[in-house]
């Protein structure tokens, strides 16, 4: 069935160091969401990347999706302790229904 | 807070008990998930729902778990005879499914701790 990798599945970083993490799909996604999860929290909604090649900017996080829509990339600049957490991949099945790839914890040392 | 609530929040209980928990999902939307996460493992899809209508059930999923969304608003996610491998939390998300994507937002979820 389709499958959504992520790579690293941990990454400690200092803090003011640079972050970036790996999506890959076994299928062309039509789009694909990103999410972050806190220590103890749920998965909080970060950004949804609809068409090949986009590239959106939320302050320090650049999310880029790839040409062929089946990778897509977290970059988070000059990372800070409040970016602790595990961020998550996640797209539509060929049946519509949403799936989660494995998801990378981030540790930011002080 | 994102207007998706769950409950129980946390549930112990004893191997071979049934349990059962609930989702309110944000009113105007239209689809409901449940998923279930154990630690440091991503959401693995459990089942979901458009409207009152369930599309989907994971081949994952044993015959001990089911899921309702009776009217189309709230769902309950009821487990049979519990193993101590059903141990989770148990994550419900609800959607306003479009064209262009289905932005999932979860509620805090229900902790189940099986004896």
């Known amino acids: 069935g389709q499958q959504v990798m992520q790579i690293p599945q941990y990454q400690h970083v200092q803090e003011g160091e640079d972050f970036t993490t790996y999506c890959n799909s076994s299928t062309t996604l039509s789009n694909i969401q990103w999410y972050k999860q806190r220590p103890g929290g749920h998965p909080v909604f970060l950004i949804q990347l609809v068409k090949s090649g986009e590239v959106k900017k939320q302050k320090r996080l650049t999310f880029q999706f790839g040409e062929a829509k089946k990778n897509s990339s977290l970059h988070i600049t000059a990372t800070q302790t409040t970016d602790v957490g595990t961020y998550f991949c996640?797209?539509?099945?060929?049946?519509?229904?949403?799936?989660f790839g494995p998801g990378t914890s981030l540790s930011v040392i002080p | 807070d994102t207007g998706v609530s769950q409950d129980p929040r946390h549930k112990i209980t004893k191997r071979g008990q049934n349990v059962t928990f609930r989702c309110d999902p944000i009113?105007?939307?239209?689809?409901l998930y449940w998923y279930r996460q154990t630690l440091g493992q991503g959401p693995e899809f459990l089942t979901y729902?458009?409207?009152?209508?369930?599309?989907?059930k994971s081949r994952l999923l044993s015959d001990r778990f089911s899921a309702e969304r009776p009217k189309g608003s709230f769902s309950t996610l009821e487990i049979q005879r519990t193993e101590q491998g059903d141990s989770a939390m148990y994550l419900c998300a609800s959607s306003s499914h479009s064209g262009s994507g289905d932005t999932q937002y979860f509620g805090p979820g229900t902790r189940l701790t099986v004896l």
């Open positions: 729902f458009q409207n009152e209508a369930q599309l989907e």
């Open positions: 009113s105007e939307h239209n689809r």
């Open positions: 996640a797209g539509p099945t060929s049946y519509d229904k949403v799936i």
